[in-house]
């Protein structure tokens, strides 16, 4: 079984940038894909972005976050990253990091893993 850490959450200004990382222990890496999901309060869970088993593999975004958002992961750290520019008010939110065997998926209810959450907040 695979805990999950987040870091990295914070306040910015809009337009400003963070760098999420998610460290995971407990588990083999490189068999689980990874994702990134958001909660704003009021709101269900909703995909920012998903990537697969391997470093440079697969990767989806959702709509709202393409082109500001990069998911990444270094299998050799055993962390996934978001790195997330340009941000706006509509970002804020929990991010929760997760992950599930096998493929990659993108639905929250697909991932078997959840870590506790990082709190993002953009002020405009």
């Known amino acids: 079984q695979v805990q999950l850490v987040e870091s990295g959450g914070g306040l910015v200004q809009a337009g400003g940038s963070l760098r999420l990382s998610c460290s995971a222990s407990g588990g083999t890496f490189s068999t689980y894909a990874m994702g990134w999901f958001r909660q704003a309060p009021g709101k269900e869970r909703e995909l920012v972005a998903v990537?697969?088993?391997?470093?440079?593999?697969?990767?989806t975004y959702a709509d709202s976050v393409k082109g500001r958002f990069t998911i990444s992961r270094d299998n050799a750290k055993n962390t996934v990253y978001l790195q997330m520019n340009s941000l706006k008010p509509e970002d804020t939110a929990v991010y929760y990091c997760?992950?599930?065997?096998?493929?990659?998926?993108?639905?929250?209810?697909?991932?078997?893993?959840w870590g506790q959450g990082t709190q993002v907040t953009v002020s405009s």
């Open positions: 997760a992950a599930r065997r096998g493929l990659y998926a993108s639905q929250p209810n697909d991932y078997d893993y």
């Open positions: 990537i697969s088993r391997w470093s440079g593999g697969s990767t």
